[in-house]
C-alpha cells in the first residue's frame, strides 16, 4: 500500500456543511438526551487519519454513535461503509445517507471483480480516510456477536500500517431495534479498545479482531 496522500486544503463544501450542522444541531443532542449514549475509552480513538473502526452492529444508531465520537470537523473524513442495496435504495435515500453520513457505499450481493468492495475499502484508506466497518456485515437482531467477514481481515494485510480500533456498542439495539424507527429512551454505551495491527493469515486475524470485540464485554 502507498502512503496516504495528504489532507486536502481547507475549504468546505456544502454538503460537509450541512453535515456538520445536522450532526451538531439534531443528531448529537438525540444520542446525549434521548439514548444517553456514553463513552469508555476515549483515550484509545485515534487522533490522526486513517483508520479502521470496527464494531458490532445491532441498530441503524450505530454509525451516527461511532461518528458522534469525534470532532466535527474530521466528520468529512470517515467513511461508513454501508450496503449500497440498502442505503442507495432510492435516490433520497442515497443523498440523505452520502449528505449526513458520507457513507462508502459498497455491494453485499452478486459480488464480482467490478464491484468488488475490497478495493473500494482499500483506495479510501490510500486517500486518507477513516473506515468505520461493521465486520459482522449486518445488522444482528439480540445482544450477541455475530462471525466476522474475511474483508476486515483482507484489509489488514494489505494496509499493515493502519491501525484497527475494535468498539463494543451496547444497548443501541434495544434503543432502536431493527425494524423501528423511533428511538425509545435507554441509555447505551460506547466502549472502545486499544488500536491493533493484527498480522497472520486471514482466520487469525479474524480471531485477533473478533476476539478484542468481544473481551471489551467482559
Not at 450496503?83 to 453485499?108: G, Q
Not at 487469525?204 to 479482531?209: H, R, V
Request: with cysteine.
Amino acid at each position: 500500500m502507498t502512503t496516504p496522500a495528504p489532507a486536502p486544503a481547507p475549504g468546505w463544501t456544502l454538503r460537509q456543511i450541512v453535515q456538520v450542522v445536522c450532526h451538531l444541531l439534531v443528531l448529537r443532542p438525540l444520542l446525549l438526551f434521548l439514548v444517553g449514549l456514553r463513552l469508555q475509552g476515549r483515550e484509545h480513538l485515534p487522533r490522526t487519519d486513517p483508520f479502521i473502526l470496527i464494531a458490532n452492529h445491532s441498530s441503524h444508531l450505530d454509525a451516527v454513535s461511532l461518528l458522534s465520537l469525534f470532532p466535527l470537523h474530521r466528520l468529512r473524513r470517515i467513511r461508513p461503509v454501508a450496503a449500497a442495496d440498502y442505503f442507495e435504495r432510492t435516490a433520497l435515500v442515497s443523498v440523505l445517507s452520502r449528505t449526513l453520513f458520507n457513507i462508502l457505499p459498497i455491494a453485499r450481493h452478486d459480488v464480482s471483480a467490478d464491484n468488488d468492495p475490497r478495493p473500494l475499502m482499500l483506495a479510501a484508506l490510500e486517500r486518507g480516510e477513516s473506515l468505520i466497518l461493521f465486520p459482522e456485515g449486518t445488522r444482528g437482531s439480540g445482544p450477541g456477536i455475530g462471525r466476522f467477514k474475511s474483508g476486515v481481515a483482507w484489509l489488514a494485510q494489505h494496509a499493515p500500517e493502519i491501525p484497527i480500533v475494535p468498539v463494543l456498542l451496547v444497548n443501541l439495539g434495544r434503543s432502536l431495534p431493527k425494524g423501528e424507527l423511533i428511538p425509545v429512551p435507554m441509555f447505551a454505551e460506547v466502549r472502545v479498545g486499544a488500536p491493533r495491527r493484527p498480522r497472520g493469515t486471514v482466520d487469525e486475524i479474524l480471531a485477533e479482531l473478533e476476539g478484542a470485540v468481544r473481551k471489551l464485554g467482559e
